[in-house]
């Protein structure tokens, strides 16, 4: 069977309410992804729990510091056992190196991902920071910048998934949320694809949150997700 595609996002404000979920899911099936909040509220333990029950985690906590602090955090998510983790790219060359730096000096290597540029941020916001003219251009920079680097890969909108493998190679992987099958609620997502879209642009990994956590039947919305991407 081929390593799962498809990340959950267990946006859930702790680990109780992760539970009903965590219970159907198996890890052959699909890996799983703790962001911010459940970070914050259920605690490492919770994500050492998870790696031992046998999860792929993408530990999306998307370091952004000074390069010795980002070394640390680093060092400290791989210990804990995870698949991928993530840093901003917009934290700089020098943050990107001493992240890699401090993953390649860990027993424990996971997959060290830059987010480029938030894909909740339009053109007003991104000129307010500074970041005027094309956002695609700004995000096809920082993925070379985080290319240079040594990170495994960017995470990116699925609509920038064709313009970015144009100028990488096919080993660097493109990490994609806003996906939503045909007919699904786009909630506060804007530029979205459909799970084989995203699959026929080039994208590795598609971060799935509400379109099978928030289901009457997440299990089936699974299946259907699976199917569509065959
Ligand atoms: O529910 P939904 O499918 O929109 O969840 C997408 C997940 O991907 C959320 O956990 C969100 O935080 C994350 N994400 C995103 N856009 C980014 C980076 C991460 O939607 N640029």
Redesign the pocket.
């Known amino acids: 069977m081929p390593k799962p595609r498809i990340i959950i ?1 267990l ?1 859930y404000p702790g680990a109780e309410a992760a539970k009903a979920l965590l219970e159907q899911l198996d890890p052959a099936r699909c890996r799983v ?1 703790v ?1 911010k909040e459940l970070f914050t509220a259920a605690g490492p333990a919770f994500v050492s729990k998870l790696v031992q029950q046998g999860f792929d985690v993408f530990l ?1 906590l998307k370091f952004h510091d000074i390069p010795n602090t980002v070394a640390k955090a680093c060092q400290a998510a791989a210990e804990l056992g995870v698949w991928m983790l993530n840093v901003h790219a917009l934290g700089g060359g020098r943050m990107l190196a001493a992240a890699r730096e401090a993953i390649d000096s860990s027993s424990h290597q996971p997959l060290l991902i830059a ?1 480029t540029i ?3 941020m339009g053109p007003e916001e991104l000129e307010q920071i500074g970041l005027t003219g094309d956002a695609g251009e700004h995000v096809r920079r920082l993925t070379s910048l985080a290319q240079e680097a040594g990170m495994d890969g960017v ?1 990116c909108s699925p609509r920038e998934v064709a313009m970015l493998r144009k100028h990488i190679g096919p080993s660097f992987k493109l990490v994609t ?3 939503r099958p045909k007919g699904a609620a786009a ?1 506060d ?1 804007i530029r979205m694809m459909t799970p084989a879209e995203a699959v026929a642009a080039g994208s590795d990994y598609l ?5 099978i ?1 928030q289901q009457p039947d997440p299990m089936a919305a699974l299946a259907a997700i699976e199917n569509e991407i065959g």
Not at 207 to 211: C, D, F, K, N, S
């Open positions: 996002a946006d992804k962001g999306d987010v938030l894909t909740s995470v949320p806003g996906i909630g997502q971060v799935i949150g509400r379109p956590t």
